[in-house]
């Protein structure tokens, strides 16, 4: 039924995680929590990276170093919504950029490619690539996303088993 639903669709998600650290030869977990979101006619997310690379200088030195803002590594976007047709809008827009710091003008005069937020579509992106969630036009938009992250060198392995 309904109430195993979100259950199950957790559990898939958070299987992901496995099969990409086996595909990539990458160690990577997933946190404990899935994000669901909802968004009403009219309202989207604005162009983002679920990760980007922060560059600094230690006071030790004048080098310059490059850092992650926290250890996405995958967006998995797995979507809720039964019957969706394209006048419902809420496309996921992708950016062809995982440029740090790029605005939204550089965004949009490249590569762009919107993917519809069909019910069952599982998405799986790199966390460093520009996307923005359009407004639906009609009708909620839901969808459960989840964070798929680096694990850190000194973490054992084992925990991924």
Known sequence: ???KAV???IRFLKG???QLSRLTDMPLAV?????IAKYAPGTGYRHHQDNSLLAFRKE???AEYTRTTNDRCFTAILYTNTAWSPEDGGALR???SRKPKASHLEL?????QDVAPIGGRLIIFDSFYWHEVMPP???DRYAMTLWINRVPKWLSLDLLA
Not at 108 to 112: E, I, L, R, S, Y
């Open 16 to 18: 992901l995680a496995l």
């Open 108 to 112: 949009k005069a490249g590569d762009v």
């Open 31 to 35: 946190p404990e929590k899935v994000q």
């Open 94 to 96: 992708f950016y062809g």
């Open 1 to 3: 039924g309904k109430e």
């Open 137 to 139: 036009t009609s009708r």
């Open 60 to 62: 030790s030195d004048s």
């Open 7 to 9: 259950p199950d669709a």
